[in-house]
């Protein structure tokens, strides 16, 4: 591993407090957050301090948003990816799964608005809670202090990557919105929009994190590759959730895509199975000519396999993000990273299967 960058900076650090004698029989993903706990909570004290750079008129709106309860799979992708073999605290790594998770929060924000969805982590949507016209202006606010705390970076380039990153993220958004209920996409369309929404971010966070960590060019390019293709691999599996999920056990609003237009992966596989006639008529309820028969199509994607082939295109991507990673085995961050794969595979595992 090369030496921290200069132009990075040079951190202070605090150790992690000593594992206790039952670490070591932790599930190895369940040991990853284990692991992690004491970063996530420095992130959340870290966080919640930087309410106080929020006007007093919506200090409370900005708490709302920043809870606890979230997966925090952003911020620990920054904090693996930069991690040292002494698995050392370290405030830049802070500051920027901050960074990526204000991001995150806001781009849910205005999610809700536009999917007009209840329940985000088990509680009201901001838009919900406060309106969506609010609600907009208070995932700008998020934004604009994502991009405030990327300035105070001793370089210019996690401002630069991140502002650009946040950009891309945004233009996923904006293309997917302009194409609620159009049936003219494909499933290199869709592939495109998950690229740009989602692993965007998982991509910067791996990327910035690796480089705060002072690892080689061709490590970041390769943890960037990884962190790419698990967000894709992600954001099928959260699209196959809008099914096949348990609202309750979830903690959120599902059955919005059908409802809201949106053409995902699991509605194309779905589409492809129909006979002409209820293509036709699914046709009808993405464009909105019909009202949505959501029951109805989530016995059809039961009878027709759909569960099992979205879910092999998660696995697909999982591969591809495993071999990413298959030629740094010795380096810190890399065993840490894979088992997030183990993590999300088993997400998929514990989805209700179909029959």
């Given amino acids: 591993m090369n030496s921290v960058r200069p132009s990075l900076g040079e951190p202070t650090v605090t150790p992690l407090p000593e594992k206790s004698a ?8 369940a040991g990853v957050f284990t692991r992690l706990a004491p970063h996530l909570s420095e992130l959340d004290t870290f966080l919640h301090a930087q309410l106080a750079a ?36 370290r405030p830049d790594l802070v500051r920027l799964a901050a960074v990526v998770e204000l991001v995150h929060l806001a781009t849910l924000v205005h999610d809700d608005i536009m ?24 995932g700008d606010a998020l934004f604009a202090h994502a991009l405030h705390l990327a300035t105070q970076f001793p370089t210019t ?37 998950v690229d740009l929404k989602t692993a965007e971010l ?16 061709a490590y970041v390019a390769a943890a960037s590759r990884f962190g790419r293709h698990l967000g894709i691999a992600y954001q099928i599996y959260d699209d196959l959730v809008d099914f096949f999920g348990d609202e309750a056990r979830i903690g959120k609003t599902l059955g919005t895509d059908l409802a809201s237009g949106k053409l ?72 840490l990273l894979l088992n997030l794969c183990d993590l999300l595979e088993a997400q998929v595992a514990s989805l209700q299967r179909p029959g």
């Fill in 115 to 138: 999917d007009q969805a209840d329940v985000r982590r088990s509680r009201r949507t901001a838009a919900r809670e406060f309106g969506p016209n609010a609600a907009v202006l208070l």
């Fill in 22 to 29: 039952g670490a070591a029989a932790v599930h190895p993903f």
């Fill in 264 to 335: 995902t992966l699991p509605l194309l596989v779905l589409l492809e199975r129909l006979s002409p006639a209820e293509a036709a008529n699914l046709r009808a309820e993405v464009s909105g000519e019909r009202p949505p028969d959501a029951p109805l199509r989530l016995r059809q994607m039961r009878e027709s396999g759909v569960f099992d082939a979205v879910a092999e295109a998660v696995y697909a991507e999982v591969v591809v993000a495993r071999g990413a990673l298959a030629p740094w085995a010795a380096e810190p961050p890399t065993g």
């Fill in 157 to 193: 380039e996690v401002c630069a990557a991140v502002s650009e990153s946040t950009r891309r993220v945004c233009a996923g958004e904006i293309v997917q919105t302009l194409r609620r209920g159009s049936m003219n996409i494909t499933r290199a369309d869709y592939q495109r929009i």
């Fill in 54 to 89: 929020f006007e007093p008129e919506i200090r409370s709106m900005a708490d709302y948003c920043i809870d606890t309860s979230g997966k925090r799979i952003r911020p620990a992708l920054v904090f693996l990816s930069g991690w040292r073999a002494s698995g050392e605290i």
């Fill in 202 to 217: 998982f991509r910067v966070s791996c990327f910035l994190g690796t480089r705060l960590g002072g690892y080689a060019d």
